[in-house]
């Protein structure tokens, strides 16, 4: 098995093996996280453009990090200050960017699609680091290794997602993943943030509105971060989301004893997630964090490899 | 396609030999071969590694931890690759610090390989002496590099192809050479 993508652009379109492999080639560079010294000189000579033309700070920290280790530099741009405040087209900003000859271009953008746009227009490889409602296909991915380290497998579980479903691309690409290993995806929420033509992405996802019926026997219990301003549209009074819908210890008992509980962050303590859950040994939000790296380092390493031709030379 | 010509360096009895004898060797140059551990180069250096380790359990006694270490990350030709080759994973299950550690190989050709197993190791921390075992030694080195223990010494040219079959991975033992024509 190899990955002979040019491109990371979401999940939906992987196959099982492809997702199997990239999590195996993860699994290479998780190692490297536990050496005395981090840092390789893989892609020394490389370079990453890191375009975020939506905030983030972990996603960004995490591709950088990812870049740093492997020995490739990075440019960053960053939405607030840069030219597309000016009026400048997506399309003018990416072909500047790639002018400066970057091997791989990571992005972020708020609407759907965008990396997919700018990967047919650029030369490069395009990594889509969260896109609209669209994907967000290396938390999927990083969420999957996360879930097969916890549990030893990913085959058949019983995956339970919490909360504003609507807008998450994160819920999206997990269940591009997950459905493709056979997981059992039960899909809760307020019904505004909930639309039944979700239950028709994947053939074995469930819709259940009553949060403690979608957690029993749960292998796996995703919590989404609820955006506060989401809430005002309709309007839902935050204390009624804690009331129905917080995680607290007394509802993850009703998944299995040993269920992994995530949250892709950042978290709201108190909102969405009781903060006993946050910190109990079933949380894993910290090893995704970890995690994230490991598979950042996976992909940009594996996409960089792209010269124009001649084999491998025989290794002495 | 040249004619090529494949001559039999090691029979599989010979090969089974040829892994005892390293291992004895070993077991006399290190003394005490407690501190030692030995470091599989994937792929074939790790069946034989565990060869080694059996033979040194049998003349001493001595257990000898083993890891296994992929330089796919720290080769120099990676720039000329049209693909990224496939990473696997380093698993050395114990300190390296003020280790003793003998690398394992099947073949040392260029030395490049070992270059990049060296530098991989010391990222790992600081072993107190690495020495290198190797079934074959083609010559043809591009870097300054030697082995302490090698199995059978062979002239070869670069053009030249060196297989080692091992039972582990290849289902039998033995070693050849196809030379060009």
């Known amino acids: 098995m190899s990955f002979t993508f040019r491109h990371l652009l979401g999940t939906e379109a992987l196959s099982r093996g492809e997702i199997a492999f990239l999590l195996d080639q993860s699994r290479a560079f998780q190692g490297i996280q536990k050496q005395p010294l981090k840092k390789l000189a893989t892609l020394r000579g490389k370079s990453a453009v890191l375009a975020f033309f939506e905030t983030s700070t972990r996603t960004r920290i995490s591709f950088a990090t990812a870049a740093a280790r492997l020995g490739a530099d990075t440019m960053n741009l960053q939405a607030e200050s840069s030219s597309t405040q000016k009026g400048e087209s997506l399309v003018d900003t990416v072909r500047t960017l790639e002018a400066m000859k970057p091997d791989v271009i990571v992005i972020r953008h708020a609407a759907s699609g965008a990396p997919h746009f700018v990967a047919e227009r650029l030369g490069i490889p395009v990594i889509n680091a969260g896109d609209g409602l669209h994907e967000h296909p290396t938390q999927g991915l990083l969420d999957a290794l996360t879930i097969s380290d916890r549990l030893g497998l990913l085959d058949a579980l019983n995956v339970t997602i919490v909360g504003d479903i609507r807008h998450s691309r994160v819920a999206r690409s997990n269940i591009h993943i997950l459905s493709k290993f056979g997981c059992r995806i039960t899909l809760c929420g307020p019904a505004m943030w909930l639309p039944p033509e979700m239950a028709s992405m994947a053939p074995s996802i469930r819709i259940e509105p009553r949060l403690e019926e979608a957690l029993r026997g749960a292998n796996v219990v995703m919590v989404l971060r609820v955006q506060t301003e989401r809430l005002r549209e309709p309007a839902l009074p935050a204390d009624e989301y804690i009331r129905l819908y917080q995680m607290t210890p007394a509802r993850l008992a009703l998944a299995q004893p040993d269920a992994v509980l995530m949250h892709p962050g950042p978290m709201i303590r108190g909102l969405e997630i009781d903060p006993a859950v946050a910190d109990s040994p079933q949380s894993s939000v910290l090893e995704q964090v970890t995690n994230g790296v490991a598979v950042r380092m996976a992909l940009l390493y594996l996409l960089t490899g792209g010269a124009p031709s001649g084999a491998v030379p025989q290794a002495g | ?181």
């Open chain 2, 1 to 181: 396609m040249p004619t090529r010509e494949k001559t039999q360096l090691l029979s599989a009895a010979q090969t089974g030999r040829t892994i005892e004898r390293l291992g004895h060797e070993i077991v006399e140059k290190t003394g005490e071969t407690h501190g030692i551990a030995l470091i599989g180069i994937r792929r074939r250096g790790v069946p034989l590694a565990h060869r080694l380790a059996e033979t040194i359990r049998a003349a001493t006694g001595a257990e000898v931890p083993i890891g296994v270490l992929d330089i796919t990350l720290y080769r120099d030709d990676l720039s000329l690759a049209s693909a990224h080759p496939v990473v696997q994973s380093t698993e050395i299950p114990f300190c390296v610090d003020g280790r003793d550690l003998i690398l394992v190989d099947d073949v040392l050709f260029t030395g490049r390989t070992i270059r990049a197993a060296i530098n991989g190791l010391f990222d790992l921390g600081r072993p107190r002496r690495v020495q290198l075992c190797v079934l074959v030694d083609r010559g043809l080195r591009e870097l300054p590099i030697e082995a302490n223990y090698v199995g059978r010494r062979v002239e070869s040219r670069p053009e030249d192809l060196v297989e080692v079959h091992l039972k582990e991975i290849d289902g039998e033992d033995r070693v050849l050479l196809e030379r060009a024509a």
